[in-house]
Nanobody, 121 residues
Framework: QVQLVESGGGLVQAGGSLRLSCAASGRTSTTNAMGWFRQAPGKEREFVAAIAWNTYYADSVKGRFTISRDNAKNTVYLQMNSLKSEDTAVYYC?????????????????WGQGTQVTVSS
């Protein structure tokens, strides 16, 4: 099993920045790609960004968000800049054992509990 714990969420004004972290523990050697998803109130969970040997972003965050990983710390980061009110959501970290990036929720076996990001306008 792999355990994922997100941190770094909070309240920020529009135009501001936040950096989310996702610390992985357990059988991390079995995981390859990591991803971030988000779920806004009343909406379905959606893909945000993922990283394997490459990175991939949703169009809505491209150019504003950056995903990175520190393998020595088993941690993935999501740097969020130029935040907008529509970025308000619970952000979830996910990990998958298969090689390569997936933009689909069912492509990931392990999930964190989520961290709230609220952007005030």
């Amino acid at each position: 099993q792999v355990q994922l714990v997100e941190s770094g969420g909070g309240l920020v004004q529009a135009g501001g920045s936040l950096r989310l972290s996702c610390a992985a523990s357990g059988r991390t050697s079995t995981t390859n790609a990591m991803g971030w998803f988000r779920q806004a109130p009343g909406k379905e969970r959606e893909f945000v960004a993922a990283i394997a040997w490459n990175t991939y972003y949703a169009d809505s965050v491209k150019g504003r968000f950056t995903i990175s990983r520190d393998n020595a710390k088993n941690t993935v980061y999501l740097q969020m800049n130029s935040l907008k009110s529509e970025d308000t959501a619970v952000y979830y970290c996910a990990a998958r054992e298969a090689m390569g990036i997936s933009t689909f929720q069912n492509g990931y076996e392990f999930w964190g509990q989520g961290t709230q990001v609220t952007v005030s306008s």
